[in-house]
């Protein structure tokens, strides 16, 4: 697919200046040029155009926003100078297996002040002796080259770091959903509230049926009494 309708189709009927990421990979750029970008995708932050047998970047617009691109496996040898004038903010160039061959061309890269990491991996240049000590010497603004500090320190994956910022965040809702200690006292103080009540209730049922059984053993009593004087009336009689 040429590279004009691939743009069309990955805009998805969207404005390209509402457009942020934009992957060209594996589409056909028009005799090793950019055909299809204008000025008009100044939101763009992401941009990979990897294996589109790009040759020049001359035609590459300006993108202010730009912060990572992607032109891995390509044939581009040089005119890198044009990244810095259209594409300032860089951060991450991935030049991979594209036709660099030596130290000259990579020169132009230093005007980019915000580069950070640069891959040149599977190029020419890779072969060269002190290679990597000669680019750090030479683009000293940048931390990463070919995925390694200086240190041999392998640099972070992004998406490692969005997970991280995702635990933190649930982290954070678990803690809003368990709410502050204090309600849950409140709610205890309630519950022992209710408890005294209820023991106020028994108490006085208690003291209730025990007066009624009195008054019912006073009534038993009396009931005895007038039948044991009733049988004297009677043996009384008799005796006279």
């Known amino acids: 697919m040429e590279m004009k309708k691939r743009i069309n189709l990955e805009l998805r009927n969207r404005a390209p200046e509402k457009v ?13 040029e950019i055909e299809g970008l ?6 763009l932050e992401f941009l990979s155009m990897a294996n589109v047998e790009l040759t020049s970047l001359a035609k590459l617009p ?34 991979s297996g594209n036709k660099i061959k030596d130290l000259g061309t990579v020169e132009a890269l230093q005007n980019l ?3 950070k990491s640069l891959d040149l991996f599977n190029c020419e240049i890779t072969n060269l002796e002190d290679y990597r000590d000669s680019i750090f010497e030479l683009l000293q603004q940048i ?3 070919d ?10 994956d992004s998406e490692d770091e969005d997970d ?18 204090g309600e849950y006292e409140e709610e205890d103080d309630e519950d022992d509230g209710g408890s005294d009540l209820g023991e106020g209730e028994e108490e006085e049922e208690v003291g209730l049926s025990y007066l009624m059984k009195e008054e019912i053993q006073d009534e038993d009593d009396d009931d005895d009494y007038v039948e044991e004087g009733g049988d004297d009336e009677e043996e009384g009689k008799f005796a006279r």
């Open 20 to 32: 942020t990421e934009l992957v060209l990979d594996n589409c056909r750029s028009s005799n090793g």
């Open 38 to 43: 204008s000025d008009s995708f100044k939101e």
């Open 62 to 95: 300006t993108l202010s926003k730009l912060r990572k691109l992607e032109l891995s496996n390509n044939i581009i040898s040089g005119g890198l100078e044009v990244l810095a004038e259209r594409c300032p903010n860089l951060t991450y160039l991935n030049l």
């Open 113 to 115: 002040k915000n580069l």
């Open 143 to 145: 931390t990463y080259l």
């Open 147 to 156: 995925g390694f500090d200086q240190e041999d320190n392998e640099a972070p």
């Open 164 to 181: 991280e910022e995702g635990d933190e965040d649930e982290d954070d809702e678990d803690e809003d959903e368990a709410g502050p200690p």
